[in-house]
């Protein structure tokens, strides 16, 4: 457990912190802006009659710095707009972001306070620290779920190459390229393990008709030279 609480990006401002070196990842995320809007606009679709007064949203694996609202103030805004549209109140909107407990959340709450005192209707703001391959909410609590970046990290090693000691690199060339088919395949089993767990999870926890958003990096084919898409 000590080692699932001891992974973080770098704290802080500083030249090698996350916050300064995240443009990748910024990028990323504005690739989803269309993809939660229209998450957004499928809940609010879906009672032909009246409008929901509270939605809840929330990032799993936020990080800090910049990046780390970027998600759910696209949510918040695209809520908004929507119900602007209509000539409706909007709702009360709860927003929740989650990573492991030794994140930076000091400089991830100032941002919420922002976040918060800059929207005048009720936005309500938390954190939930925990790993997202675990329970982090109530049941049927969540409208929906973003994630951006984060999925591709394993909750751990492949147990089939620690328990025989295989590394996942190796500076013997020789040794890595016979080795690659089972780290491969040992790599593969463990993200389809997490990552059915992880939906499992997000399903007890979203209400009926919720949406989920999710980007990760991936491999077009298994050739390691192959483009890397999202």
């Known amino acids: 457990m000590a080692s699932k609480q001891?992974?973080?990006?770098?704290?802080?401002?500083?030249?090698?912190?996350?916050?300064?070196?995240?443009?990748?990842?910024?990028?990323?995320?504005?690739?989803?802006?269309?993809?939660?809007?229209?998450?957004?606009?499928?809940?609010?679709?879906?009672?032909?009659?009246?409008?929901?007064?509270?939605?809840?949203?929330?990032?799993?694996g936020c990080s800090s710095g910049p990046n780390a609202l970027t998600l759910v103030s696209i949510a918040v805004q695209a809520i908004h707009s929507h119900y602007l549209q209509f000539v409706q109140?909007?709702?009360?909107?709860?927003?929740?972001?989650?990573?492991?407990?030794?994140?930076?959340?000091?400089?991830?709450?100032?941002?919420?306070?922002?976040?918060?005192?800059?929207?005048?209707?009720?936005?309500?703001?938390?954190?939930?620290?925990?790993?997202?391959?675990?329970?982090?909410?109530?049941?049927?609590?969540?409208?929906?779920v973003c994630s951006s970046n984060s999925l591709h990290w394993l909750s751990k090693a492949p147990g089939v190459l620690t328990s025989n000691k295989i590394p996942a690199y190796d500076i013997d060339e020789h040794a890595r390229l016979e080795r690659l088919p089972i780290v491969f395949e040992a790599y593969e089993q463990q993200f389809r393990k997490d990552f059915t767990l992880f939906l499992k999870l997000r399903a007890k926890e979203q209400v009926p008709g919720g949406r989920m958003v999710i980007s990760l990096p991936g491999r077009r084919s298994d050739q390691l030279a192959s483009e890397l898409c999202h």
């Open 6 to 60: 001891m992974l973080h990006m770098n704290q802080g401002q500083e030249e090698t912190s996350y916050a300064r070196n995240s443009s990748a990842q910024s990028v990323e995320q504005n690739k989803m802006k269309p993809l939660i809007e229209a998450a957004i606009l499928d809940l609010c679709s879906r009672s032909s009659t009246m409008l929901p007064t509270r939605m809840v949203i929330a990032d799993l």
């Open 89 to 144: 109140p909007p709702p009360e909107v709860w927003v929740l972001l989650n990573d492991l407990p030794h994140n930076d959340f000091n400089t991830v709450v100032q941002s919420l306070v922002t976040l918060h005192k800059g929207n005048d209707p009720v936005v309500v703001t938390g954190v939930a620290p925990g790993l997202f391959y675990e329970r982090l909410f109530t049941s049927g609590s969540l409208h929906l």
